[in-house]
């Protein structure tokens, strides 16, 4: 099979209608080298670079309500920094340069995808949503 590792994705792609950040951003924890008292912040396996996320909601109205909120994980040397509240919104709108999915099978036996990003920024435009069928109405994040 020729596509080996995380799939390339546009924002486009994922978040078709936008999406807006509904929590911080926080290091992703490494299971395997963290202790008991001792946290060890996850590497990504291709870059080693360090792994935060950020919680955000899928502003697609097709979605279930279970279904809108998703973590993107952001590979990045220094913590990333969310782009500034909009006034007049109760969550920030946010984009993703060089996002990536991984499918995985998870505990339930569903598909869900681990989303990750290179960069999180302010949205760059306010056009009306991409007509996509890639977007799949069952997605989830969850650590890769």
């Known amino acids: 099979m020729a596509i080996q590792g995380p799939i390339p994705v546009t924002y486009a792609q994922v978040f078709p209608y936008g999406c807006y950040s509904v929590g911080d951003v926080e290091p992703v924890k490494d299971f395997e080298a963290s202790t008991n008292g001792r946290f060890v912040q996850a590497r990504d ?22 279904q809108k909120t998703v973590a993107v994980k952001i590979l990045s040397p220094v913590q990333p920094v969310p782009p500034a509240p909009v006034a007049g919104l109760p969550f920030t709108p946010v984009e993703f340069d060089g996002m990536t999915v991984t499918p995985y099978v998870n505990g339930s036996g569903r598909l869900a995808y681990s989303i990750k990003a290179r960069q999180m920024l302010a949205p760059r435009t306010t056009t009306a949503p991409a007509t996509t069928n890639a977007k799949s109405s069952s997605k989830e994040a969850a650590a890769a």
């Open 45 to 66: 396996k291709q870059t080693g670079e360090p792994v935060w996320q950020i919680p955000v909601m899928d502003a697609d109205p097709s979605l279930k309500a279970a």
